[in-house]
């Protein structure tokens, strides 16, 4: 025999699930925080070994390619190509940032040596 619910009676006992509820309702909001900040620092710790494990499963750039690119990227205002095999004709700039100084003087497409 099935069993049917009619409209609006399983209103009654939700309100009444929420009155047993309302005594640990501080704990639960304290709870709720704390998952919630849990959550975001694992996010933003996981998000910061990210560059770490690119530099340490490159093919072609070591850890000082790296930091040297990435230096050479901020104070030119370029943006280097990454984890390239060694080129003896020079790294190449794949896009000059608007805000360079070096806006006019460097271009896409040129090497750096």
């Known amino acids: 025999m099935q069993r049917t619910i009619r409209p ?3 209103l009654p006992h939700f309100r009444r699930t929420l009155r047993y509820l309302r005594p640990h309702l501080r704990p639960l909001i304290f709870g709720l925080i704390a998952a919630l900040g849990v959550s975001v620092f694992y996010t933003f710790s996981i998000s ?3 560059p770490l494990l690119k530099v340490v499963f490159a093919d072609h750039e070591t ?3 790296w ?3 990435v230096e050479t990227e901020r104070r030119l ?3 280097i190509a990454a984890d390239l095999p060694d080129d003896p004709a020079g790294l190449v700039i794949t896009h000059v940032r608007s805000d360079s100084r070096n806006d006019g003087v460097l271009h ?3 090497r750096l040596l």
């Open 8 to 10: 609006g009676t399983w």
């Open 48 to 50: 910061s070994v990210i």
């Open 63 to 65: 850890l000082a390619d």
């Open 67 to 69: 930091v040297h690119r």
């Open 77 to 79: 205002g370029v943006v």
């Open 108 to 110: 896409d497409g040129d």
